[in-house]
């Protein structure tokens, strides 16, 4: 429970720290790499603490065992504790531990459904890139991307599908996106008690499209492109682990792209501020 308590602290830290300072400059590799960095950070240094504390902890046992065994000595045995009251504490504590891993369990059943039916569900096949594999969905609306697969509705097979549109879920392939994905996934498994870690899930996804948008308007004109998201704003029901074309952040995903970006050198002391505070 300390283990799990000290991680929500620092991820609620850490992602306090890009809120107020990253979120809205067009920093997107380094806030990519930020948003993976809380990531980690969480999982491994609580970790890391909590082994010190526990070797001070033998070391101090080690040096004083004889000193607390003659306290214990002098103390009278007074006020003993009701084992009734003891036994109800436990049995509450090993509830709460059976919530925790029932739903860490369920999320992952969650998770591994996600990607099996991305992978082994029977697709018809589309007009497939030389890189990626163009798959026709029926059951969802969206366009969205996992790994090399794109996924476009049936609506969408029977034309040809929007150059930009393949140029963008290309830019998710490149950069692995899906792998930011399911990392995201696998932290909410094991910290879905945590608001800020569905938060942390939803600003990488958001990030991935920024960087979309980033390298996509690098070949064609930001107006033109912000056409094409605006006609393919369609209502979505997309798989968690996925990339998606039309993302729900659409005025955010807008504004990014007329926002201009910040001097080189701004940027650049933000970032060290950013790193020199984490």
Known sequence: ????????????????????????????????????????????????????????????????????????????????????????????????????????????????????????????????????????????KGIYSFFNRLYIPQSKGRMQLDDTIIRHEFVHYKQLHSIDNILAEVFIIFFWFNPISWFLAKTIKRNHEYLSDQAVIKEIDSQSYIQVIISNLINQNTPQMSSNFSYLSIKKRIKMIQKHSKNPISQIAQITFVIALS
């Open 1 to 140: 429970i300390i283990y799990l308590i000290k991680s929500s602290l620092i991820t609620f830290l850490l992602f306090s720290i890009y809120q107020i300072f990253l979120e809205r400059i067009k920093t997107f590799k380094f806030n990519r790499f930020f948003l993976l960095f809380i990531i980690l950070v969480s999982v491994v240094f609580p970790a890391f603490d909590t082994n010190i504390s526990i070797q001070q902890e033998d070391s101090s046992f080690i040096f004083n065992n004889v000193k607390v065994i003659e306290q214990l000595e002098s103390i009278p045995i007074l006020n003993v504790p009701n084992i009734k009251e003891a036994s109800n504490s436990n049995s509450i504590l090993y509830l709460v531990y059976g919530l925790y891993v029932a739903i860490c369990l369920i999320l992952s059943l969650r998770l591994i459904r996600n990607i099996y039916l991305l992978l082994f569900t029977k697709y018809q096949l589309g007009n497939s890139t030389n890189e990626m594999s163009v798959l026709i969905h029926s059951k969802n």
